[in-house]
Structure formats: structure tokens, C-alpha cells
């Protein structure tokens, strides 16, 4: 009585790659996603370790073909210090060591494109209202793209709702980490960047150069055009007199970012999301599981969020296909656990950053210890689920060692 073994909810790259592993596999998927495409959002630096997922999942010549902005690695700047990680010096034996910087508009839609031509069933301005779930028995009611209101039976839902967060909502799952209440400001500019030692090949990662909690980002994009944004503490006062602009011009002026972009066009309004760190209290139940930024969502600092979105729904993907071979699964232990390792290991690497200790190792690396720098230069690139790299297995007992010897040094 089912349409469909899997219905997902969103169809941002957490529900377009789990749908895309899915369908492959044989089982019927249907995918429910609000708005139409291609839409804005936030999101677009990838990590090397996206690809392998999206190669797995078959995306990859679409990616390779679009001409997105090659990237292979990080720029940090904080006043006079800087560092340069190429992404291909990792501890991996294998898998990739570069990746792109994307349009997210247009990066999705090349997914959903994709994915459609591929037999999957996107129904784009089908709004997702309510969720009956029950083991092997779900039933979804949406709007449809004509304003009615409809249903769907599936024997399982996937919410790839990103910041919807359909299901926590319903569910009183979701929980907002009040503890890092910071604002994000960020558009999009025609860059005109003439500075001829200006990396495009790097995202660069800026500092604040007295207020170490505030960074900045600027990812190139293939045609010219860059995205430019800025992490600052919301709490502060001084910032609640002054128009988002102002805040944003001030900020940028206060950096090398005010000359390298001296000659930048706005090719977007100013953008702010504030309360965007968010987590829940658990990652499945009966008859759905989270993926990506519903599931949670810890800190854009190190670009994780595609890669931790990519890399759910791939483990997701896993466990369906096994329980639709027969298979006995066990979402605690082949999902939540496996996936929580990595997002640990971000976490850690998040915290460190805000405690500045991170700032420190990536700052004052020893340059003689090349093994340890590729074990960071992984966990940078996305390798945050391969134990075999210790700062993956004891992240944080390895982040303390590295930070007392960077900081002597
Ligand atoms: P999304 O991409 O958000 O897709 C979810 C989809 O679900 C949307 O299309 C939405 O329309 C749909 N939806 C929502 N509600 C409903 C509903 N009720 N019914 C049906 N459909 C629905 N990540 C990176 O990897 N690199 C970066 O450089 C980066 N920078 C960031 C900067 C900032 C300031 C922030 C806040 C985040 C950043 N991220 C970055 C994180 C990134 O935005 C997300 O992690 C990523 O988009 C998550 O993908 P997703 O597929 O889970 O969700």
C-alpha cells in the first residue's frame, strides 16, 4: 500500500545523494522539496572528501563538468601570520586531495537534475506539513505545488530537510546550541581582485587581528565572482545600534580584506543567519532517520557542512539497503554511532578553534614534522571518519599534544 519504499524530505545534497545511493540499490524513492530550483543557499566550499562520496554515488561528471572553481587546499591569515595547507598532503592512502568551490544554486541543481534523469521521483513546491511515523508505516501530509494538501505512504522517512528541520521540530527533537550564539553576515561580490599573489585555487580563512573569535571567509568562484562572509559574537552590544551593513563594511576594513576587495561590486544584498548551530537529541527513531544539517549543524569554520551532510547520507543509505536485502540493522550502531565519530572530531576541531588553540597549531606549525601535519591536513579535508589517523581515533588527546609543542614553538 506504500508509493514508495523511501520518502525524503528536502532535496539539498544530503537528499538528492541518499536518494541517488537508494535508487541505484533498487528501492522506490520519492522526494518531497519545498521550493524550486535552482535556489540560494549557503554552503559553498567543499571538502575533497565530498567527492569520494559523490563519485560513489555517481555525481561526479556532472560535478567535473559543470566548471566550478577548482580548490586543493586553506588560506589563513591573522594580521601578519599566515599559513597555506594544500589539501593533497594528507594522511589518506587514498581518495581525493582536491575538490571545488560551488554556486550552491547551481550545485544542487545539477544534483536534482542528475538524480531525475536517472528515473527519481523530485517533486519541487511540495511542502512537507505533518509526519506519521511508525515502523515500516509513515505517512507524510504536504502541500503540493498548486496548494493542495496531499499524502504520501512510505515504509521509511529521510528528513534532508537542512534548516527546515522538519522532523526535530515535530518531533521536540531539535535543540538549538544557545552556547555559541554568533551571526553570520555574507554576499556575494564581482571580487576584481588584482592582487597577483591572491590564491584562487585556496579558500582563504581570515582572522580577526585583535578579536580572535571573529574570521572571515572568501571563496573564488570560477566566473569572477566570490562569496565574502563574516563569524562574529552576536551578544555584543555595540553591534545592536548598527545597520548590518555598516557592521559588515566595518568588520571587513578592519582586515587586509578591505584592500584585496577595494575594487568589489555586491552582486547579492547582504545575507545574515544568526542561531545556525543546532543539534538533536537523537538521529533516529521508528520509521525515520536524520540526514545533514537536520540532523545538526556545528560551525561553518572548516566548511564541514556538505561533507558531514554527503557523509550521512551515504551511511543512511547503507543501512536502508541492507534491512531491504534482509538484513538485520541496528541504526545505534551502523548510523548514529559511526556518524557521530566524525562529527566528534569537527566538533573538537571547532572548539579548539574558538579556544584559539587550534589558531595556534595552524599558526605555529612545526615545519619538520610532516606526518603530523598530514594527520591535521586530513581532518581539514574531510577525512574525519578514518581511525587510522590518530587525531581522528584520541582527537582530543592529539590536539593538546600538538598545541603545547606548537605553542613552545
Ligand atoms: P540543505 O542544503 O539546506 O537542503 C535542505 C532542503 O530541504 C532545502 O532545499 C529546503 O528547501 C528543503 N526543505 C526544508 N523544509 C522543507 C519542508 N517542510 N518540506 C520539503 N522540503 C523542505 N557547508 C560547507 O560544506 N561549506 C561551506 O563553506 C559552508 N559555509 C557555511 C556558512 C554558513 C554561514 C552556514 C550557516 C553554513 C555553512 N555551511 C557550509 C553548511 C551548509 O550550509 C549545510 O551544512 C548544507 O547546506 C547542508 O545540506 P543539507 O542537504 O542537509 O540541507
Known amino acids: 500500500m506504500h508509493d514508495c519504499d523511501v520518502a525524503i524530505i528536502g532535496a539539498g545534497p544530503a537528499g538528492a545523494v541518499a536518494a541517488k545511493f537508494l535508487h541505484d540499490a533498487g528501492l522506490s524513492v520519492i522526494v518531497l522539496e519545498a521550493q524550486t530550483f535552482p535556489r540560494f543557499v549557503i554552503g559553498e566550499s567543499l571538502l575533497p572528501n565530498c567527492m569520494n562520496i559523490l563519485e560513489r554515488a ?26 597555506a595547507i594544500d589539501f593533497r598532503e594528507n594522511f589518506e592512502t587514498d581518495g ?48 503540493n505545488d498548486q496548494g493542495a494538501v496531499e499524502h504520501l505512504r512510505s515504509g521509511f522517512v529521510l528528513d534532508a530537510s537542512g534548516y527546515g528541520r522538519v522532523l526535530p521540530r515535530m518531533l521536540g527533537i531539535a535543540r538549538s546550541d544557545h552556547s555559541t550564539e554568533r551571526r553570520a553576515l555574507f554576499t556575494h561580490i564581482q571580487d576584481n581582485i588584482t592582487d597577483q599573489d591572491y590564491d584562487r585555487n585556496k579558500i582563504l580563512i581570515t582572522v580577526h ?5 571573529i574570521w572571515y571567509w572568501l ?44 575594487d568589489a561590486k555586491p552582486t547579492r544584498p547582504l545575507n545574515a543567519i544568526a542561531g545556525y548551530s543546532a543539534q538533536s537529541d537523537q ?9 545533514g544539517n537536520s540532523a545538526g549543524f556545528l560551525d561553518p569554520v572548516f566548511s564541514s557542512g556538505v561533507t558531514i551532510a554527503l557523509q550521512s547520507a551515504e551511511m543512511a543509505a547503507k543501512v536502508l539497503i541492507e534491512h531491504h536485502q534482509g538484513k538485520d540493522v541496528d541504526w545505534q550502531k551502523d548510523y548514529a554511532d ?5 562529527v566528534a572530531t569537527f566538533r573538537s576541531y ?60
Not at 117 to 124: E, H, K, P, S
Not at 283 to 290: C, R, V
Not at 338 to 342: A, F, I, Q, S, V
Request: glycine share 8%; aromatic share 12%; proline share 4%.
Open 58 to 83: 555517481g555525481f561526479l561528471d556532472a560535478v567535473e563538468e559543470a566548471g566550478f572553481q577548482f580548490k586543493n587546499g586553506a588560506v589563513f591569515e591573522r594580521g601578519p601570520q599566515y599559513q
Open 96 to 143: 581525493w586531495g582536491t575538490t571545488f568551490q560551488v554556486q550552491r544554486a547551481r550545485f544542487d541543481k545539477i544534483l536534482t537534475d542528475h538524480a531525475t534523469n536517472a528515473g527519481i521521483d523530485i517533486r519541487f513546491g511540495h511542502k512537507v506539513t505533518r509526519a506519521e511515523l511508525a515502523k515500516g508505516e509513515c505517512q507524510l501530509t504536504f502541500e
Open 209 to 213: 587581528p585583535t578579536h580572535h573569535e
Open 219 to 262: 571563496i573564488p568562484f570560477s566566473d569572477g565572482t566570490s562569496s565574502v562572509g563574516v563569524i562574529f559574537p552576536d551578544q555584543d552590544p555595540k553591534w545592536s545600534a548598527m545597520e548590518q551593513q555598516d557592521i559588515f563594511d566595518t568588520l571587513i576594513n578592519e582586515t587586509r580584506l578591505g584592500t584585496l576587495l577595494a
Open 283 to 291: 538521529l533516529f527513531g521508528d520509521g525515520y532517520a536524520l540526514l
Open 338 to 342: 559511526p556518524l557521530e565519530k566524525g
Open 350 to 409: 571547532v572548539d579548539a578553534w574558538y579556544d584559539e588553540r587550534l589558531q595556534t597549531i595552524i599558526f605555529n606549525q612545526p615545519t619538520d614534522d610532516t606526518q603530523i601535519k598530514r594527520m591535521v591536513v586530513s581532518i581539514l579535508a574531510g577525512y574525519a571518519w578514518n581511525i587510522d589517523n590518530p587525531l581522528v581515533s584520541k582527537t582530543d588527546h592529539y590536539l593538546k599534544m600538538l598545541h603545547d609543542l606548537c605553542d613552545q614553538s
